[in-house]
């Protein structure tokens, strides 16, 4: 029996999984929304949801209670000034868990955890799934590239016949500058 034991132990010892809650936590307030696994996107709501409320009381004893698990100045600053005024007239259930699919290397559960009144950082994710799924514009016109020059056996009559073309294209040359210089 699991009695007073909260959580998942999400496979690390304490401290490592302090430590992602703590860096997950942190992400969510300054980002808005991370993607994550489901078992850690359910497990650190827990953690958020509790922070929003000490931000929605605002004190100088919750800040500190907020600094004392985040230990992240930026993240409590933004907590306080920027998450927790949006959720004033809102009695929990800040935070919303969206599932994605799952994962190629180990079909893992992925879910975005995103705060619930700070929508726009969503629709970006959106966006870029369905830019994917819609048809690509065609490609512009690209300068064509010189052709690639293989190794040929060269003969004696092939010789020739490059001298030639080099030859003509000197004396086309030369008749240019020629004609250009009685026009000056």
Known sequence: ???????????????????????MAAQILMHKQIKTTDAKAKEVRRFVERLITYG????????????????NKEAVKVLFDEVAPVFQDRNGGYTRIIRLGYRKGDAAS???LQLVGFEQAGETVKKKESKKAEPKEEPKEEPKKPKKVTAKKT?????????KEESSEKKTKKTKESKTEEKE
Do not use: D, P
């Open 1 to 23: 029996m699991q009695h007073k034991k909260k959580g998942t132990h999400l496979g690390r010892t304490t401290s490592h999984k302090k430590a992602l809650m703590r860096n």
């Open 56 to 71: 929605k009381k605002g004190s100088l004893h919750h800040r500190r209670l907020a600094f004392k698990f985040l230990q």
């Open 110 to 112: 992925i879910s975005l």
């Open 155 to 163: 003969t004696k009559k092939t010789e020739k016949k490059a001298v």
